[in-house]
């Protein structure tokens, strides 16, 4: 018998399999999720969707983009495990390329696993440009090789325990009490499931780093259902190339 958390968490994902699976590559970011967005909320309770809307309002008003790394910072060091169980340093993926750093929030997340699938059709036209793409997440290794192998990734996935990298970035934030009290009303324990005593979780950020740790490009928005415009990441790599100083 599934559990109330298997079984919200199938409710979450249903709506956004179908709408990926018709998404155009020709389409921006935004109006991919926007497609997600149109029809999932055909079906998702009002009450949850209320209660999303005021959450993301929440995280607005409190400015947590305020506290997060930006252009001009250096990425911090970090060694996470990947989806394979390899221990991955970050001043070896440096040593190979620029990077193209992006957070999700797991593999429960709708948005998060379109704009995972939308980079991996960019994947080699962030490579001419010498970028190699790495998602992060807090959720453990095995959930890591679930999403690179649903969302068919060749690129690096991270795992992230207890978001210590996240930190490092200023990227955490606690849900708001209006969302997760009705995600709860469904049967899903953010915090449980992530093994969390809160239920935290990362901005859905994108940064562009070049090779010498130096942030160049980054994507900040509270709104989970925005996320960085590939246009934006291969011109911030086009900047790159012209700057060997970076």
Same mark, same amino acid.
């Given at each position: 018998?599934?559990?109330?958390?298997?079984?919200?968490?199938?409710?979450?994902?249903?709506?956004?399999?179908?709408?990926?699976?018709?998404?155009?590559?020709? &389409?921006?970011?935004?109006?991919?999720?926007?497609?997600? !967005?149109?029809?999932?909320?055909?079906?998702?309770?009002?009450?949850?969707? !209320?209660?999303?809307?005021?959450?993301?309002?929440?995280?607005?008003?409190q400015g947590i983009v305020k506290k997060a790394l930006n252009v001009g910072d250096r990425m911090?060091?970090?060694?996470?495990?990947?989806?394979?169980?390899?221990?991955? &340093?970050?001043?070896?993926?440096? &040593?190979?390329?620029?990077?193209?750093?992006?957070?999700?929030?797991?593999?429960?997340?709708?948005?998060?696993?379109?704009?995972?699938?939308?980079?991996?059709?960019k994947s080699q036209d962030f490579k001419q440009l010498g970028a190699n793409i790495v998602a992060i997440s807090l959720e453990?290794? !095995?959930?890591?090789?679930?999403?690179?192998?649903?969302?068919?990734? !060749?690129?690096?996935?991270?795992?992230?325990?207890?978001?210590?990298?996240?930190?490092?970035?200023?990227?955490?934030?606690?849900?708001? &009490?209006?969302?997760?009290?009705?995600?709860?009303?469904?049967?899903?324990?953010?915090?449980?499931?992530?093994?969390?005593?809160?239920?935290?979780?990362?901005?859905?950020?994108?940064?562009?780093?070049? #090779? #010498?740790?130096?942030?160049?490009?980054?994507?900040?928005?509270?709104?989970?259902?925005?996320?960085?415009?590939?246009?934006?990441?291969?011109?911030?790599?086009?900047?790159?190339?012209?700057?060997?100083?970076?």
């Amino acid at each position: 018998m599934y559990s109330k958390i298997s079984v919200a968490i199938v409710y979450i994902l249903f709506f956004s399999l179908a709408v990926i699976a018709q998404t155009q590559t020709q &389409k921006s970011v935004a109006e991919e999720l926007k497609q997600l !967005d149109d029809e999932s909320s055909k079906q998702v309770p009002q009450s949850l969707l !209320d209660a999303g809307r005021k959450g993301t309002e929440e995280l607005i008003a409190q400015g947590i983009v305020k506290k997060a790394l930006n252009v001009g910072d250096r990425m911090p060091e970090f060694i996470l495990t990947d989806a394979s169980g390899k221990s991955v &340093k970050s001043a070896d993926l440096l &040593k190979t390329s620029h990077l193209v750093v992006t957070f999700y929030r797991g593999a429960w997340c709708p948005f998060c696993n379109l704009y995972l699938r939308s980079l991996q059709k960019k994947s080699q036209d962030f490579k001419q440009l010498g970028a190699n793409i790495v998602a992060i997440s807090l959720e453990k290794q !095995d959930r890591s090789l679930t999403v690179a192998q649903n969302n068919k990734l !060749d690129f690096t996935v991270l795992s992230d325990p207890k978001l210590v990298v996240a930190r490092k970035f200023g990227i955490v934030y606690e849900m708001p &009490k209006v969302t997760n009290d009705a995600i709860l009303a469904v049967g899903f324990d953010l915090a449980k499931y992530n093994e969390m005593e809160k239920a935290e979780l990362p901005l859905s950020a994108t940064y562009v780093i070049s #090779k #010498k740790g130096k942030i160049v490009y980054a994507f900040l928005d509270p709104d989970y259902k925005k996320r960085a415009e590939h246009s934006e990441v291969i011109k911030a790599l086009m900047e790159l190339q012209k700057k060997k100083s970076y």
